[in-house]
């Protein structure tokens, strides 16, 4: 018995090694210029439902949001610097939560940090993408105004 406690607090040493530590995300937010293109109000419709999402990029680094009966904001940090490339990478945490349903039937976790990355497709258009890839960009926003 004794060598199976030790064997299997060496295989739990061992395999801890590999995970990840599990940490929160810093973001440092990004203060964004009079005029960034991002400022404003934005719609995600989702496919195949009478739902959207609203997001409101502000200048001071956050975002306004409602999906569904979920309203919450975030925080995020964007590479502004000129000639970062086509893609600009963003980090979003969640910050504030009403702890509804969203768009899908889910609901946020305060805290959660989401790393996409924006493809501009246009002045009032631009997709959302896993990785800097445009295969792998699936969500259209589309701008509401420039509040």
């Known amino acids: 018995m004794q060598r199976l406690?030790?064997?299997l607090i060496a295989i739990c040493c061992v395999v801890s090694t590999f995970l990840?530590?599990?940490?929160?995300?810093?973001?440092?937010?990004t203060t964004l210029a009079t005029g960034h293109f991002l400022l404003g109000t934005w719609q995600l419709s989702v496919p195949n439902m009478a739902c959207h999402e609203t997001y409101k990029f502000k200048v001071d680094g956050t975002v306004a949001m409602t999906?569904?009966?979920?309203?919450g904001e975030s925080e995020f940090e964007i590479d502004t610097r000129p000639g970062s490339g086509p893609f600009l990478r963003?980090?979003?945490?969640?910050?504030?939560?009403?702890?509804?349903?969203?768009?899908?039937?889910?609901?946020a976790e305060v805290g959660h940090?989401?790393?996409n990355y924006i493809y501009v497709v246009g002045n009032d258009r631009f997709v959302v993408c896993r990785e800097q890839n445009t295969k792998k960009c699936s969500q259209l926003f589309v701008r509401q105004g420039k509040d």
């Open 5 to 7: 406690n030790i064997f």
């Open 20 to 29: 990840p530590s599990v940490q929160a995300q810093e973001v440092k937010r």
């Open 67 to 71: 999906s569904g009966e979920q309203v």
């Open 113 to 115: 940090v989401a790393t």
């Open 90 to 107: 963003w980090v979003d945490r969640l910050i504030k939560d009403n702890g509804e349903l969203d768009c899908l039937g889910f609901k």
